[in-house]
């Protein structure tokens, strides 16, 4: 009798979800098979997606190494072998995925998720990241045009401008954070590139659809190069404080003093406008977290002006002019370049030029007489003020009606911006995947990015699908300090199945009695509420496997 001891932890939840999606069917139907590979291309997918959403602390090419303690029969089926996701085979899967098109091989599987889930995705928001990279990435001018992204130096969202990089575009449900689109980008691509040709292609997607559908994006996706298709979608967007009807909207409304509360921290006052051809709502929103920062903020910027007025100052005092005309239009160059401060003149000294050098006699006549200022600094405390005003507010824009979206509603949606900008976070975190992207074929890297968002979607969907089911049956988890809750993260709950085991007994009857050790309330709680194909890896209580 011999007994063996498998690792099956949270990888039972992730191999669940991708099942219930249907993820490696729909792989193997648009990739390439080859009669003798031992795993599928969508098999090799799901091994990367488990990978990544191991969170080990292992890059790509130890992919093998990471299976090594999991039961792989149990998580895929029969014949799978640790050894099977050797760096060979995922990479040539990276290449099917870049050859078919990672952009749209990604498409088609949202979608499919989104509607086996039933994810509501009338509001979708858009936003852009960029990965640094290290490495030389020389291509030939032959091959530029066959690549699919390009690796260049441009601005820097890691704070990393030494580095060349990518850019990854990407929508988002709100209703959950599922990822609905993802798209890689050259390292130099502008944002107002990105969401001009964004905007384009989701003219036709939106007229499609049967319900009205919204995007919602920063203020890069208000330009004037993109007024044409913003006339013809629906957006939720925030408003360029570079455009100076958005000045004036908040002057207004800081003078009105009229506002309407939405709670402690949020109050608007709303508008009509009519800006780039197109009718619209602004909302003026001023935000008490939002002033508080700007007061925080304005006791730097005015230490720093002062810190250059002093020394600036100090030159201009040691200089001698030829009148007290030409001192006093010298302070006043020197004042204009000031925001938060203001000079006066204090003194003005005539110094009298003799001829010749030495002390002066008593009867010596004056040649010239040279003026010296002394100047006076003054904080100007009301365009400090003005600047703390200004800055406690923010104008957000919609082209929707009343009757689609009110004021409040307006607010809500483009404060669920941050569904996209977690989902940054998780994909940029160290654990995930990490040191893969210094794979060096850029090909590689595009199809290992979508890879990556794909362990998004399937962290989303999951969590997502737990959320509800919880808040549907009203029950709860212990979070991290043993208080009842019930939207737990699903890296959380990873953590929380941590010691759970397959336990395989061979006998001499030649099959294998399985069991699952290690489920308690908790954890069954949990496998009850995610249901789906989680509970076909979890459910086992001495299940004969096979004869």
């Known amino acids: 009798m011999k007994l063996k001891i498998k690792r099956l932890d949270h990888h039972g939840i992730v191999a669940g979800v991708i099942d219930d999606l249907k993820l490696v069917e729909l792989i193997d139907q648009y990739l390439p098979q080859d009669e003798k590979q031992e795993i599928t291309p969508g098999e090799a997918v799901k091994g990367m997606i488990m990978n990544g959403l191991g969170f080990s602390n292992r890059p790509l090419s130890l992919t093998p190494q990471f299976f090594e303690n999991l039961p792989m029969e149990h998580l895929f089926r029969q014949g799978v072998e640790a050894s099977h996701f050797n760096r060979h085979k995922l990479g040539r899967t990276l290449d099917q995925c870049s050859d078919f098109g990672c952009d749209n091989l990604f498409a088609r599987i949202a979608y499919q998720a989104c509607q086996i889930e039933q994810v509501d995705t009338q509001f979708q928001s858009l936003d852009t990241t960029s990965y640094s990279l290290t490495g030389q990435y020389n291509i030939d001018d032959e091959q530029e045009d066959e690549i699919p992204i390009q690796i260049k130096h441009g601005y820097s969202k890691d704070h990393r401008p030494d580095l060349k990089q990518i850019v990854q575009e990407m929508i988002v449900t709100q209703d959950g954070g599922v990822p609905m689109l993802s798209k890689n980008w050259d390292g130099n691509a502008s944002d107002s590139t990105i969401f001009r040709e964004r905007a384009s292609a989701l003219v036709d997607t ?233 794979i060096k074929k850029p090909s590689r890297i595009d199809a290992l990015l979508m890879i990556m968002t794909l362990s998004l979607l399937v962290y989303s969907i999951g969590q997502r699908r737990l959320r509800a089911n919880m808040a549907k049956a009203q029950i709860t988890i212990p979070n991290q300090i043993n208080k009842p809750i019930s939207n737990p993260t699903l890296r959380w709950v990873f953590q929380c199945f941590e010691g759970v085991n397959l336990v395989q007994l061979d006998t001499h009857y030649d099959y294998e009695l399985v069991h699952v050790d290690g489920i308690n309330d908790v954890r069954n709680s949990v496998i009850q509420q995610l249901a789906g194909c989680a509970e076909r890896y979890y459910k086992i209580n001495n299940f004969e496997l096979g004869v």
């Not at 939106?206 to 979608?233: M, R, V």
């Not at 000079?343 to 006699?361: D, T, V």
């Open 206 to 438: 939106f007229k499609a659809s049967d319900a009205p559908k919204f995007c919602i994006a920063d203020s890069k996706f208000y330009h004037k190069e993109n007024a044409e298709f913003l006339q013809q979608i629906r957006f939720i967007t925030l408003i360029p404080s570079t455009i100076k009807l958005e000045n004036q909207s908040i002057s207004e409304a800081l003078t009105a003093n009229d506002w309407t509360r939405i709670n402690d921290n949020y109050q608007y006052r709303p508008l009509r406008v009519e800006h780039m051809d197109i009718e619209q709502r602004w909302l003026v929103v001023y935000s008490n977290a939002a002033k508080a920062r700007a007061q925080k903020s304005i006791e730097g910027l005015v230490a720093k002006e002062r810190k250059a007025l002093d020394k600036a100052l100090f030159h201009l005092q040691a200089q001698r002019f030829a009148c007290e005309t030409d001192a006093q239009s010298a302070l006043a160059v020197l004042d204009k370049k000031q925001k938060y401060h203001s000079l006066s003149i204090a003194e003005c000294n005539a110094h009298n030029q003799y001829e010749g050098k030495g002390r002066p006699k008593k009867d010596a006549v004056v040649q010239s007489v040279q003026w010296q200022l002394i100047g006076q600094v003054t904080e100007d405390k009301a365009a400090q003020q003005n600047y703390v005003e200004q800055k406690s507010c923010f104008v957000l824009a919609t082209n929707a009606c009343e009757t689609e979206l009110s004021d409040e509603c307006v607010f809500e949606r483009y404060k669920a911006q941050s569904h996209v900008e977690r989902g940054f976070r998780f994909l940029k975190d160290p654990l995930f995947f990490v040191s893969s992207l210094f």
